[in-house]
């Protein structure tokens, strides 16, 4: 989903991108044999966090400890802020996730207390506590996301 905070084409120069990490409550295909779903307010976050490409942590972009990285969550889900630096990894960022190479955002953690539903077709692990360890933007995301360019209009 394509979006911007003010319900406008983004702002010319705009560099934030933003969305939902991960929905609470929505079940995800996150492997092969089983599906996962987060319980609403189920994950803790340290004080820093990283933000990269793909999980690969030599294309970091963004850490909560500078500011370019900024987490919340709310009765949705885990919201995501994330300034693109001014650099060919910020660039592509941009570009991809507006043309589809970045289709969504893919967390990083550690389940601490979780259950197992295996009365369906497909097991589902329920995620009831974790603590998350890094944030990527993926070319394939395993949860349900929305990523857009966050780009609110001047105030005059």
Known sequence: MWFTESGRPPLPGARTLAGFALKWNVRSSVR???DEVFLPYSLDFPTYVTADINHECARQIASTK????RLRSNDVGLWVELDCPDTTDGDALLHGSRFGTFTGWSIAFRATRERWDRSGHRSLRIVERA?????ALADRGAHVTSIGIKSRMMQS
């Open 32 to 34: 092969q044999d089983y």
């Open 66 to 69: 500078d500011g370019s990285l």
């Open 131 to 135: 603590n998350l360890g890094a944030i």
